[in-house]
């Protein structure tokens, strides 16, 4: 079956870096988008990035954008998020998902598109 593990998170200060990833396993991952998720508690979901099959189309949320990058390894099955700059309000559980999106089509930018999820990694950045 379909499994996702993330790994990177941990405990860093403000002004800081971390580089979170995602191991896939389950799925021909080249015919996969991938996305960049959050929560923080109290709060919704967030979305953060997505990135196509082929890795040549990414977007990003507002919350995000200039201070992160997603990428991904089609050989080593894996999607990773640099985040940069990192703000207190960036501390929430991180989850990478997948949908098949093959093609043109559109990067999926709703969690409610994507049909395999991550058990998360926490990360908490400090004052």
């Known amino acids: 079956q379909v499994q996702l593990v993330e790994s990177g998170g941990g405990l860093v200060q403000a002004g800081g870096s971390l580089r979170l990833s995602c191991a896939t396993s389950?799925?021909?991952?080249?015919?996969?988008?991938m996305g960049w998720f959050r929560q923080a508690p109290g709060k919704e979901r967030e979305f953060l990035a997505a990135?196509?099959?082929?890795?040549?189309?990414?977007y990003y949320a507002g919350s995000v954008k200039g201070r992160s990058a997603i990428s991904r390894d089609n050989a080593k099955n894996t999607v990773n998020l640099q985040m940069n700059s990192l703000k207190v309000e960036d501390t929430a559980v991180y989850y990478c998902a997948t949908v098949r999106r093959v093609g043109g089509a559109p990067l999926p930018l709703r969690s409610n598109q994507y049909n395999y999820w991550g058990q998360g990694t926490q990360v908490t950045v400090s004052s």
């Open positions: 389950g799925l021909t991952f080249r015919d996969y988008a």
């Open positions: 990135i196509s099959w082929s890795g040549g189309n990414t």
